[in-house]
């Protein structure tokens, strides 16, 4: 009962962190294309968001851009942009915006959405027939994986 009436206060007084982050239909982009508000109300961590742009299974970041800061991990990309200094150059909810889809600035870009999981062209199985299932897919990334790559960009100064 004690548990209860703890968890209870620390959830009504905010001691409790956004249990549900912004589901990825849900997430408001404005004109520009960023996203104001944190996806789950929680700091992102940079060493996590370090490590999920180095991951070939996560954000694999590196297969498109080059970071100095992140010379230690083989095979940066020159397809996308370098991001040395982008975190002088970009605001944490612009940021934000470009990690989760980066469509909603950059028109056309070939750079995945990483928080998106409809409205992708799905092309039916050419050698069996069978239409593309329409079910939504899952994000590449979570909310707070999101946050913490944000994080880590905003530690790009230099550049």
Do not use: W
């Not at 206060?9 to 982050?21: H, I, V, Y």
């Not at 942009?81 to 944490?92: H, K, Q, S, W, Y």
């Not at 909810?93 to 750079?111: C, D, P």
């Amino acid at each position: 009962m004690r548990l209860t009436i703890i968890t209870a206060a620390l959830a009504l007084s905010g001691g409790l962190a956004m249990a549900n982050p912004v589901a990825p239909g849900d997430v408001a982009f404005d004109d520009y294309g960023a996203i104001e508000a944190s996806l789950t109300g929680q700091p992102g961590n940079p060493d996590n968001g370090r490590e999920i742009m180095i991951a070939r299974g996560k954000g694999n970041c590196l297969a498109c851009h080059e970071v100095t800061a992140l010379k230690d991990a083989p095979f940066h990309g020159e397809v996308g942009p370098m991001l040395d200094g982008i975190g002088a150059n970009r605001t944490e909810a612009e940021l934000r915006g470009i990690v989760a889809n980066a469509k909603k600035t950059f028109e056309g870009t070939v750079m995945p959405a990483f928080y998106k999981t409809s409205g992708f062209v799905r092309p039916g199985d050419g050698y069996t027939g069978k239409a593309a299932k329409e079910e939504d897919l899952m994000p590449i990334l979570t909310a707070q994986e999101i946050e913490d790559v944000v994080a880590f960009l905003l530690t790009l100064q230099d550049g």
